[in-house]
């Protein structure tokens, strides 16, 4: 409205241009380019990355409204008067998918992680951000310490992309636990506690036994690392697992023993007995090898399912047709009518059964959780096979000869009732020469040899 442009950056700057100066300008030289000064700019912050502004009207004062990629909205006073307000913040968020999430054991507090680099505590109940805390590297696994290791409350364990693992606390400046009541709730800050590096790329699952006495943290890098939950968390050792880690999952109580349940991407499920503190010789290597552990290797039977539903089906549709043909003779023999010998139907071409499929890949796991001692559930997805839909075209294909086959089964079914039909009025036809005189019936011999020629010739012509 004033012959002014606005522009902003991820620079995190919003500048102001004249714009009939912009449209007027000229360059020197055949590059095109011109340099030219703004004329005033703003500040929104060093970590500001703004993608998209808007202007209203707020009783008759210009406001804008800016989107930082970075997850946050800006309220902005571009005024440059002497009473200018400084940049507000009105709200944060993620920035991109939560990567992990988990509640806290005691009170109304939820942990969330995104690979934003930063790690958030909502109260869910008064529906607000309390805190978060920033990192070099993005979140991907979080879970919120049990009462057994942190009975106030204030402890979570958050795994990185880089393979970092930290302990970080939850605290009240003044001393006050924000557990206890919900008072001094909103003056929780985070700080962190202890960090270490037990893997080589990115952190995928944190599980703490039963006992709250072990940490357990998987990865991306096929391995199991395990820690002893004290002040300061000690290392135990690694394993080896058959694939990369999916989620992992300590038994209950309900056990006699404390195992893990190791889910693997690649099909794999891995349940191994909890290492035993201080039994472990780190001299040479933090490798355990001598943990006694079960494998279970999953894959796809959904091939095969639709392969029996299918035979079983096929058998159905047989036993009706047979059941309907014997009700219609007996419904004839009670009428007392004389049921000729009918030729025996050609057999109708069967299409060949689906064909059976495993994937050369085994079926990714999701999640899983133990239900019993000895017994455990899985979520697994079921890779669509290459060899049946490699591509959109073939799609079109395989629809477009579905189309073609049920149109030549729709006629075939109709000319078979038109078939049974014709089959109906000619047996009306022998029954109504049954009731005439003696002598002016048909013979036995030539009813037959009548009705065999009639079902040839309705052969012959459908």
């Known amino acids: 409205d004033e012959g002014e442009l606005v522009t902003a950056g991820g620079d995190g700057y919003v500048r102001v241009w004249d714009f009939e100066t912009i449209d007027t ?34 009783h008759g004062q210009p406001v804008w409204y800016a989107q930082d990629s970075n997850g946050a909205i800006w309220k902005l006073d571009l005024t440059f008067s002497n009473v200018t307000h400084d940049p507000e913040c009105l709200f944060t968020f993620h920035s991109g998918k939560i990567e992990a999430m988990d509640v806290s054991p005691v009170t109304y507090l939820m942990a969330t992680t995104a690979l934003d680099r930063s790690v958030r505590i909502y109260d869910f109940i008064s529906n607000c951000l309390l805190t978060e805390i920033k990192f070099k590297q993005g979140g991907t696994a979080l879970t919120w310490a049990p009462r057994v290791v942190n009975p106030k409350g204030g402890l979570i364990a958050v795994g990185f992309e880089d393979g970092v693992v930290r302990i970080i606390e939850i605290y009240d400046p003044q001393g006050l636990t924000i557990i206890a009541g919900r008072m001094n709730i909103k003056k929780a800050e985070m700080r962190l506690k202890q960090a270490f590096k037990p893997h080589t790329t990115v952190v995928t699952a944190l599980a703490y036994e039963r006992n709250g006495e072990v940490l357990a943290t998987g990865s991306k890098d096929k391995t ?44 794999f499920a891995l349940e191994v007995l909890g ?29 095969r399912i639709k392969r029996e539903e299918e035979i079983e089906r096929r058998e159905k549709k047989k036993q009706e047709k047979e059941k309907a043909r014997l009700e219609w003779i007996k419904k004839q023999e009670e009428m007392g009518k ?24 085994p079926s ?27 591509s959109i075209e073939n799609a079109k294909k395989k629809k477009e000869y579905d189309q073609i ?11 078979r009732q038109k078939l049974a039909a014709l089959k109906q009025e000619f047996l009306h036809l022998l029954q109504k020469n049954m009731e005439l005189p003696k002598h002016m019936q048909l013979l036995r011999e030539v009813r037959l040899f009548s009705y065999r020629s009639f079902i040839l010739r309705l052969d012959s012509h459908f």
């Open 25 to 58: 300008a000229d360059s020197v030289d055949d590059t095109g380019l011109l340099e030219m000064e703004h004329m005033n700019e703003l500040l929104v912050g060093k970590n500001v990355n703004l993608s998209f502004m808007m202007k209203i009207h707020d």
């Open 224 to 267: 199991v690392f395990f820690f002893t939950v004290e002040d300061k968390y000690e290392p135990i050792g690694f394993i080896d697992v058959p694939g990369p880690v999916q989620a992992l999952q300590w038994s209950p109580p309900s056990h006699a023993q404390s195992m893990l349940l190791v889910l693997c991407e690649n099909g």
């Open 275 to 303: 290492p035993m503190l201080g039994e472990q010789d780190t001299v040479s290597t933090y490798q355990i090898k001598d943990l006694p552990r079960r494998y279970f290797h999953f894959c796809s039977i959904k091939s």
């Open 338 to 361: 004389e049921v000729e010998e009918e030729p025996e139907e050609e057999p109708e071409k069967e299409e060949p059964l689906p064909p059976l499929y495993t994937p050369e890949e």
């Open 364 to 390: 990714p796991i999701l999640c899983g959780f133990y239900s019993a001692p000895g017994k455990f559930w899985l979520s697994l997805t079921v890779p669509f096979p290459l060899s049946c839909i490699s």
């Open 405 to 415: 086959m049920k149109a030549a089964e729709d006629k075939k079914n109709e000319k």
